[in-house]
T-cell receptor
Framework: GDSVTQMEGPVTLSEEAFLTINCTYTATGYPSLFWYVQYPGEGLQLLLKATKADDKGSNKGFEATYRKETTSFHLEKGSVQVSDSAVYFCALSDPYNQGGKLIFGQGTELSVKP | SQTIHQWPATLVQPVGSPLSLECTVEGTSNPNLYWYRQAAGRGLQLLFYSVGIGQISSEVPQNLSASRPQDRQFILSSKKLLLSDSGFYLC?????????????FGPGTRLTVT
């Protein structure tokens, strides 16, 4: 079945460092891909999305490009801030095979130190 | 704009007691609705989803149940709580496929079973 694999955390960075969180997926159809962010004690917020190959999703300085050839959707940010400390989830939705349900990765905790 | 509400925000219940968590969505009609549980750690487990009033699909066997008595209301229940039911419960909604299938999450309910 469909699945999402994220890099293990926690990831600890200094403020203004470059961030990459790796995400790869397995899907039989043509999924849409998402990054969600969860701040401590809160629900998940949609950070960005891409619906087809080579699409780039972007929001709040974060970017991710849908790479069909490598089945990847890595999250990047050029300069992280302390306020970016959170858990990041990669997810896919394959409506034709899963009824639109989201398949989540296990989450990657990011801690940014001043 | 659409908003999603969950209550209560936190709940402490003894083993064997009943449970009722409520989720309501405003600003949209006929949403798809979802219940997730996030146990210790960060992984998200889909418990139930609903594509319409009275239509509930269960993803995992357990002592929980869900109901959708109204179009924008989704309720998670249990007759007798177990210690293993402790966790962070998240409700989410999405639009109808294929127009929109990203999910939007509520603030969550923190349940502690003692």
């Amino acid at each position: 079945g469909d699945s999402v694999t994220q890099m293990e955390g926690p990831v600890t960075l200094s403020e203004e460092a470059f961030l990459t969180i790796n995400c790869t997926y397995t899907a039989t159809g043509y999924p849409s891909l998402f990054w969600y962010v969860q701040y401590p004690g809160e629900g998940l917020q949609l950070l960005l999305k891409a619906t087809k190959a080579d699409d780039k999703g972007s929001n709040k300085g974060f970017e991710a490009t849908y790479r069909k050839e490598t089945t990847s959707f890595h999250l990047e940010k050029g300069s992280v801030q302390v306020s970016d400390s959170a858990v990041y989830f990669c997810a896919l939705s394959d409506p034709y095979n899963q009824g639109g349900k989201l398949i989540f990765g296990q989450g990657t905790e990011l801690s940014v130190k001043p | 704009s659409q908003t999603i509400h969950q209550w209560p925000a936190t709940l402490v219940q003894p083993v064997g007691s009943p449970l009722s968590l409520e989720c309501t969505v405003e600003g949209t009609s006929n949403p798809n609705l979802y219940w997730y549980r996030q146990a210790a750690g960060r992984g998200l487990q889909l418990l139930f989803y609903s594509v319409g009033i009275g239509q509930i699909s269960s993803e995992v066997p357990q002592n929980l149940s869900a109901s959708r008595p109204q179009d924008r209301q989704f309720i998670l229940s249990s007759k007798k709580l177990l210690l293993s039911d402790s966790g962070f419960y998240l409700c989410a909604w999405s639009g109808d496929f294929p127009s929109s299938y990203e999910q939007y999450f509520g603030p969550g309910t923190r349940l502690t079973v003692t």
